[in-house]
């Protein structure tokens, strides 16, 4: 058995009276890739910002490494081992690049440093003198990445990296997950970019309003036209 | 000749004096958005701790030090214990900390009485200096050397260091610095007693002065408001240039035109809400 590093167990989630979760469950193991898909509105960034702890869960627990999280704040989820990548990339526009990087470092014995994350973006390194609001959107969203990873999280939260980028970036930041990958970097990786979660994935999640509508292996989904047309809406 | 200089140099103290007040307001309504009214409250609060400190050591640095250590201690506890609870209640967080202001004017009557309380200059910078044909009091060189010396240190702190990053992260996006793992409420709060910190040396740095007296309070919010609201709230360049002009305003408006200094004092900030509401260097409206 592989080790569990995220769990949502049962997850009912609420913006005030709206309910947008409903006892969504599902399981990240150590290591591996999970697709979240579904269509816009879907509750994607919901389960993100209810991992984080942006958003408390009604009822239902999240588990990281076995150790419930659901009552805890942002900062201490975040030094639990959660890194957020969120969508809209959030950099923070005032501070320089390597401020950006410097200020989300957390050592956690891991080997992300700010040389690591440099030599894994030379454009980050050209730029770190810049602010962070003057870079391009696929600078950006580099940065949300490389700033995600100097915490050295234990699990990775992406959403939605490919959005609004051009194919070529969308490329480069597709090889950029597969190389953390490989490197044994656990991954939720959220999309609408269907065939960038597909060639990435281990594992696939698919929700509809707020529900598990899907939740398998790749390889019962990639073939599953009627899956995917009914829940995703492409084909 | 002689007299204008002298003006001059009053108008920097006073400027001086604005800046250790309100660098501290400044930074808290940039970060936290709370217009924390005590200010002006806590340096007259520094004030007289500092008059009842010197009375046991009669050191004027030593006693700047220990009651900005008090008025830290005691800003910290209304963050945590009062304002934080109504964090967001931008209307309740103003009339709380007038509120607090009062009681703390009330708790100064009490305790120090009604009398002006003269705060003495320390003896080594009793003698006049001499720059020139000019002679002035050593005392305000010392405190606009003071005022800078601080707006220094403050800037590498916000500037230069991980910490000013991380608490300039929490004022861009509080959320996703949280989410980084930034204790950004933490942080917050160091920042209010580091402002309260600051009130409170201000007061003991200001007594020789302005000593210490009631009324000291009212006298000071309005001009750190002033300065606040002319530099650009959150802004340590914006303070520090609008504590040096409302000093200058208000010194010269005094020497010049007694009757309509208040009025000269405000037409400056009129023309800044008029014309640039966030303020000559600030990021938010006012
Ligand atoms: N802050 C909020 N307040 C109220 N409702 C919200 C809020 N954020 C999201 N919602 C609602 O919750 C539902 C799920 O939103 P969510 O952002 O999780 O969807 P998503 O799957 O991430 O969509 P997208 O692909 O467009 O990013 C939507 O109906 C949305 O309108
Ligand atoms: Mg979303």
Redesign the interface.
Known sequence: MATEALALDGVDALYGESHVLHGVSFSLAEGRVLALLGRNGAGKTTCMNTVIGFLRPRNGAVRVFGEPVQRLAPDVISRKGIGLVPQGRRVFARLTVKENLVVAHQKRGGAWTLERVFELFPRLKERQAQDAGSLSGGEQQMLAIARALMGNPRVLLLDEPSEGLAPLIVAEVGKTIARLKREGQSIVLVEQNIQLAFSLADEVVILNTGRVAFSGPLDQVRTNEALITQHLGVF | MQYWAIQTLNSLALGGLLFLLAAGFSLIFGLMRIANLTHGALFMLGAYIGVSVMRQWPNLWFAALAAGAAVAIFGGLLERFILRQIGGNVLGQVLVTLGVSFIIADACLLTWGGDPIPIPTPPLLQMPVRIGSFIFPAYRLAVVGIAVVVAIALYLLMERT?LG??I??G???P??????????SRLFSTVFCLGAALAGAGGVIGGPILSAYPGLDADMLPLALIVVILGGAGSLLGAFVGAFITGFVYTFGVALLPDLAYVILFLPMILVIAFRPRGLFGKFAA
Do not use: E, K
Request: charge should be neutral.
């Open positions: 991980r990053a991380m300039r992260a004022v861009d996006d959320q996703m610095a949280s989410a980084v793992g930034i204790p950004v």
